[in-house]
């Protein structure tokens, strides 16, 4: 998996890239923290979840296997969701159920591919990024003191906001959390239900690995803050929607949307 994800990383950085979050409270919504910017990177890839396995995040490594796909993959049974969409859940809620082995298996072979600020792809062109190995270590560091959180269920309200959000990105070649008729992620969930308690964003523009969406958002190279990699291990998110499609200047996005609960209808 780790050779495989370098090689998609080298496929990604042949051009640029660009990852955006947007992290929302209750209350006032604020404005982004980060603004939309393009940069180079390295991260790691993960997937989406689903509600079976939400109050049991370690149960995988009680049985002995680390990724128990029966758990962690929340999105299995959902019908509105494609196959690169679950694949997204499941390598996120992989990260979620145990960041320490995470790191262990996806982010520490990395290690070593760095000379300076390049990573050095073997067979490859090396890689230009932002910080160097810096946020590879940080994302390591962060990774491996964090505790287990609740997996991500799907949640069809949260993937028809991600999707509103991706077919106006797919169609205009905007970036950014803003859409083109000037809503923002709460306007655009809204739409569906009345969330609680917070909700967030993370959206990402490259390679149409799901993986490499994950884990180059971990990393968060050239990211102030390490937004993205924040959110995705904050443990008051519970629902997620995802939503994936190609984009005119930067090739495929991937746009998830997170928020803690919906009120009652």
Do not use: C
């Amino acid at each position: 998996m780790v050779k495989r994800a370098i090689q998609a990383i080298f496929l990604f950085f042949a051009g640029k890239a660009m990852v955006t979050a947007m992290p929302l409270s209750a209350g006032p919504f604020p404005d982004p923290l980060l603004p939309a910017a393009p940069y180079e990177a390295v991260l790691p890839a993960f997937g989406v979840i689903t509600p079976a396995a939400a109050a049991t995040p370690d149960a995988s490594l009680a049985a002995g296997n680390r990724w128990d796909r029966g758990i962690l993959d929340t999105a299995a049974g959902v019908d509105y969701l494609s196959a690169t969409e679950k694949a997204v859940v499941y390598e996120i809620n992989k990260l979620r159920s145990n960041p320490p082995a995470y790191a262990e298996e996806y982010l520490v072979p990395l290690l070593n591919k760095y000379q300076g600020k390049k990573l050095m792809i073997p067979g490859g062109v090396p890689i230009l990024t932002k910080e160097g190995i810096l946020p590879l270590r940080d994302a390591i560091r962060e990774l491996k003191s964090a505790a287990a959180v609740p997996l991500l269920t799907p949640d069809h309200r949260l993937t028809r906001s991600a999707r509103d959000h991706q077919a106006d990105q797919s169609a205009t070649g905007r970036t950014g959390h803003i859409g083109s008729d000037g809503s923002a992620i709460k306007e655009r969930v809204m739409r569906y239900g009345k969330p609680e308690v917070g909700l967030a964003q993370n959206i990402f523009y490259g390679d149409p690995d799901p993986f490499l969406a994950v884990l180059f958002l971990i990393i968060d190279d050239g990211v102030p803050g390490r937004g993205h990699r924040k959110i995705f291990l904050d443990e008051k998110y519970k629902l997620v929607g995802i939503a994936t499609g190609k984009h005119p200047k930067w090739g495929h996005l991937f746009v998830m949307d997170f928020a803690h609960a919906f009120a009652s209808e």
